[in-house]
Each structure stands twice: as structure tokens, then as C-alpha cells.
């Protein structure tokens, strides 16, 4: 026993790599007696850290979800620069929706200013660049498909705040919504769109991201597969408003959401979800040996409290668990260990301090909130001296208003969160 009791004092204290681990009795993990096993040798605490991703995922490291046939990234570079998907010749356009339908739209959208490449009046990336220097931010946003549970990649995308894009079409009237889309290979059926409503865009409450039109991720070019040369974000939501290759902005009148995803049975104003998501581990794990639970909490706007973890014996006659039956709920659910912020000015892209970011305290330099919003943050857990057997490991989310995932929302329509399970045997 006292070996055991030994290496989990020092690793606790060793929590200053930035995991902090959370030890319990097997007997109240499981919620019974269990023999302990005292010749435990390896060292939680490299478990831990040999776990831990890099805060920010790089550009061509992202999992990739684009439409289109062929796929915009994959055309050649000839291709690219004739069809304006790279800087020098990118081109924007921004016009308005001529249409009155009764009873939608009672009145058509006029704009003072259309930007048209037949004009010669499309915005071009110098321009972008030039807005850049009075109006560019910068904010952390993970990327998560509506439809895909584990979050697809991290990063500090740049860009330029869609309000200011919009206002250089001077004086605007009867829009309700502002949608856009990509390149599509000029194939109407290809069209991938989304939008976001007037408010959305033009009134972000302060302290709250912008939807931005980004020109970089992680200080660099945003590279084709990723949706470069420019692409929207929106910060509260899932990837299908983050439209790549953008090219053509569209002010309406009609209040309507009919975006891309909308016509897929999905929820097209879907919040990112509080949401916990656990890494894949090894099958077998010797007695004795630290069991080092880890994974990825996303953060929504109802923010994220606490990471929890439940460990289960899995015997011959126990059933597959819905995430809302008895013994799911009863657990023990017991704390996950949530890992510290980074050093940023170890992992920010040159140029870019603490305080510029959005979501940082100008004065200090650090987030407000951690977990981050709208970002992901890893978790961790380590189970001591489990008893040979087979288990089952969940972990789930706290937001801040206490709902416990999958709740508030356990439809699964606007966005997978359904508790998410790792299997192992101990040996
Ligand atoms: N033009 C365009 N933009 C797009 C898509 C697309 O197919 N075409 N897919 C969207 C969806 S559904 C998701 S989840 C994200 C994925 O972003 P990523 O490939 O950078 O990870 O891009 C979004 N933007
Ligand atoms: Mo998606």
C-alpha cells in the first residue's frame, strides 16, 4: 500500500506541468470493495503529459470537411489563381436581394454600394489587408461539425470583423439576414451557404467574438484545404457557418433561415455544445499500473464548469447504457482535472501579444473565462489500483448553468453530444 500512497503524493505535487490529477479509492470509484494493488512503478504524471495535444492544432492538421466536385482545394494552382482563390487575385462581392415575396418580404433590400467584379467594385484582398490595420482581431475558435462528434481542429484565426466589411456599402436598408457563400464550381447545385442575421453581424455585444472574414490561421496564410484564401467565421457555431473560399456576400430582406444545412434536418442556428470528448487509449492495462483518462471539452456559449468521470465494471450480463438511464446518472461521477492555459507567447504567432486577443484581458493578458469559449481545453483524469475485469470510462461535461451533458439539448439535431465511452481490461 505505501509505495502506492508514495508515487501519488509526489505526483500530485508534481501537478505543475499543467494536469493536476484527480486520485480516488477504487472502492468509491467503482462503488465497491476492491483489492489494491500496491506495485504500481510508472509515473502518472509522464502518463499524464504524454497525452496532452498541442493547444493549437496546425493548419493542415485539422480533420477536413468541404463539398464540391471537384473539392475548391484540390484544383491546381493555375486553376486557383484563375477562379481568384489565392491572395492576387481573390475578389469579393456584395450585392442585394432584389426579390419581394408575400408575405417573407414586403420590401426589397436597397444598398448604396454594391461591390461586383462587372463593376470593377468586388473588394480585393489588399484591401482586406489595408482594413487590417485599424480594424484586424484575433480569437481562438475550435472548429466542429454539426455532424461529427470530436471536435476537427483549433486555432487563432485573424481577420476582419464582417460589420466593417458590410458598412463599405454605405447606406443599407431592409436587411434581415446576410448570407454567403464559396467558390462552387460555378455548378449552382455545388452552392454550399450560410448566413447570419443582421443582429448576429452588425451587433456584437461587447466582450462577445465577431463573425469575421479571416485572411489567417495561426499567423500564416489560410492554406486552400482550410478555406484560404479567405473565409468566414462565426465563433458560436458549428463549421457549416464557416464558409471556405469565400466569394460572395448577400443581403435579403426575407428573415428566413434557409441555409445549406438547414435542408439536412439539421438546427441552422445551432450553438457549439458544451461537451466533453474522450481520446482512445490502450485495451489492456496491467494491475497496478495508473489508468490516465484524457480528452477534449468544448466549450459553448453556456460555458463549461467541470469535466466529470464515471468508471463502470463492465460484466457478462450488463446491458449498453443510454446516456439518460439510472446507472449512467447515479455514477460516482468524480472530477476531471482541467489542463492550465498555455504559455501564450510561447504558442501565439509573432506579432501577436496576450492582450490583443479577443477573449484576453487587454490589462493582464489572460482569458477571461477558462475553459475559453467557443474553444476546446484538454482533461484529465487518473484512476489508481482498479481490479482486474473489464471496464467502461465516460466522461461528461458541467456547463455553467449546471446541466450536465447531453443536456440542455440532448437533440441530437443541433449538434452531437451524446457521452462518449473509452473500453479497457485491466490484466
Ligand atoms: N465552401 C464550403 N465551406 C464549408 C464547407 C463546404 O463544404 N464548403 N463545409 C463546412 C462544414 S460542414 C464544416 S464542419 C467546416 C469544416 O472545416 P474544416 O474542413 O476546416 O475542418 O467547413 C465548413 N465550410
Ligand atoms: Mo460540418
Redesign the pocket.
Given at each position: 500500500m505505501s509505495s502506492s500512497k508514495v508515487s501519488r503524493r509526489s505526483f500530485i505535487k508534481a501537478s505543475s506541468i499543467g494536469a493536476a490529477a484527480s486520485s480516488v479509492e477504487a472502492s468509491r470509484l467503482i462503488g465497491q470493495d476492491a483489492t489494491i494493488n500496491v506495485s504500481s512503478t510508472a509515473k502518472p504524471e509522464k502518463l499524464v503529459a504524454s497525452k496532452l495535444k498541442p493547444f493549437i492544432t496546425p493548419d493542415d492538421n485539422?480533420?477536413?470537411?468541404?463539398?464540391?466536385d471537384p473539392k475548391?482545394h484540390q484544383l491546381p494552382i493555375d486553376k486557383l489563381t484563375e477562379e481568384g482563390l489565392v491572395q492576387e487575385t481573390w475578389k469579393l462581392e456584395i450585392t442585394g436581394d432584389p426579390f419581394v415575396e408575400l408575405p417573407h418580404t414586403k420590401v426589397p433590400t436597397s444598398i448604396e454600394k454594391s461591390m461586383t467584379i462587372t463593376d470593377g467594385t468586388a473588394i480585393d484582398f489588399p484591401t482586406l489587408v489595408e482594413m487590417g490595420k485599424e480594424h484586424e482581431v484575433y480569437y481562438f475558435k475550435a472548429?466542429?461539425?454539426?455532424n461529427?462528434q470530436t471536435p476537427?481542429?483549433q486555432g487563432l484565426w485573424s481577420g476582419i470583423p464582417l460589420r466593417n466589411v458590410i458598412k463599405l456599402c454605405g447606406k443599407i436598408k431592409n436587411v434581415r439576414r446576410i448570407y454567403y457563400?464559396?467558390?462552387?464550381n460555378h455548378d449552382l447545385k455545388q452552392i454550399?451557404k450560410s448566413s447570419v442575421s443582421y443582429g448576429q453581424c452588425m451587433e456584437t455585444p461587447p466582450g462577445d467574438l465577431p463573425v469575421f472574414l479571416a485572411y489567417k490561421l495561426n499567423g500564416k496564410p489560410i492554406s486552400p484545404?482550410?478555406?484560404g484564401p479567405v473565409r468566414m467565421v462565426v465563433p458560436w457555431s458549428?463549421?457549416?457557418k464557416?464558409?471556405?473560399?469565400l466569394q460572395h456576400i448577400f443581403l435579403t430582406n426575407d428573415a428566413r433561415n434557409n441555409d445549406s444545412?438547414a435542408h439536412g434536418n439539421n438546427d441552422p442556428d445551432s450553438f457549439l455544445k458544451s461537451a466533453a470528448y474522450v481520446d482512445s487509449g490502450p485495451e489492456k492495462i496491467q494491475a497496478g499500473e495508473p489508468i490516465v483518462l484524457s480528452g477534449q471539452v468544448m466549450v459553448g456559449p453556456s460555458g463549461v464548469k467541470s469535466v466529470e468521470y464515471w468508471v463502470r465494471e463492465v460484466k457478462p450480463d450488463s446491458k449498453p447504457l443510454n446516456d439518460d438511464s439510472e446507472e449512467l446518472l447515479k455514477g460516482p461521477w468524480l472530477p476531471c482535472s482541467l489542463v492550465d492555459p498555455p504559455h501564450w507567447e510561447s504558442i501565439l504567432p509573432e506579432g501577436v501579444k496576450p492582450n490583443q486577443v479577443l477573449g484576453f484581458d487587454p490589462s493582464t493578458g489572460k482569458p477571461l473565462q477558462w475553459p475559453m469559449k467557443y474553444s476546446m481545453c484538454q482533461y484529465t483524469a487518473v484512476i489508481f489500483d482498479l481490479p482486474t475485469g473489464k471496464y467502461e470510462v465516460r466522461a461528461r461535461s458541467i456547463d455553467l448553468n449546471g446541466f450536465a451533458q447531453p443536456e440542455p439539448r440532448p437533440s441530437q439535431k443541433n449538434g452531437k453530444n451524446a457521452i462518449q465511452l473509452r473500453r479497457f481490461e485491466v490484466v
Open positions: 485539422f480533420v477536413d470537411v468541404s463539398r464540391g475548391p472548429m466542429q461539425c454539426l461529427i476537427l481542429g457563400w464559396g467558390f462552387h454550399f484545404e482550410r478555406g458549428h463549421g457549416y464557416s464558409i471556405k473560399w444545412y
